[in-house]
């Protein structure tokens, strides 16, 4: 019973993930360095506002109490931390293709494992499903071990795989539909 609602829940969004995998795909693939430079000052003036309500808290506390508390340090950290986005954005760019790879490796893992499980429910095997997956692994793997000399190149490529996944997306949904 469980499985069945996770299925259905995974559905339910199937065509806002498409849409959004879509979206950030084409964005990244035609604009790699303004969707770079619009995440490091998103990142950093995140990290800002949250390190200063953080110490905003922890003052506010410490009128109340002698102590002080986590806030104190975690809006510290957190300003610190955005200053080193800031002014460090050019070597933080070089591990990007890393963690991107990561994340499709996972997702590429997770994907196969779902169209594994789907295949329990479904007598026949979905061979677009398999393929799809293990295509995002593959992706995730050159990504993780970076052959491309540029790494906004390696950025696009990553567009272009969230393209496809938004694509594959929408196919897993029809398949589910066609099949119940």
């Known amino acids: ?15 806002l993930r498409a849409l959004i995998y879509l979206v950030f795909g084409i ?11 619009f995440s490091v000052y998103l990142i950093s003036f995140y990290l800002l506002i949250s390190g200063g309500l953080n110490l ?3 003052f506010r506390l410490r009128r109340q109490s002698p102590f002080y508390t986590s806030d104190l340090t975690s809006g510290f950290f957190k300003i610190v931390a955005a200053l080193f986005v800031l002014l460090f954005a050019r070597g933080i760019v070089s591990i990007l293709p890393l963690f991107l790879g990561m994340l ?11 169209t594994h499980n789907h295949r329990q429910f479904v007598n026949v095997v979905p061979w677009s499903g398999f393929i799809y997956s293990i295509l995002i692994i593959i992706a995730g793997l050159l990504l993780l071990f970076n052959p491309f000399r540029s ?15 938004s694509i594959g997306e929408i196919i897993d949904w029809w398949q589910i539909q066609h099949n119940r």
């Open 27 to 37: 964005s990244i693939f035609l604009f790699p360095r303004a969707i770079f430079q």
């Open 151 to 165: 790494v906004l190149l390696g950025f696009q490529v990553f567009g272009v795989v969230l393209i496809l996944m």
């Open 104 to 114: 499709l490796l996972v997702y590429g893992v997770f994907k196969f494992i779902q």
């Open 1 to 15: 019973m469980e499985k069945v609602i996770a299925m259905q829940t995974l559905q339910r969004y199937a065509w």
């Open 56 to 58: 905003i808290t922890a």
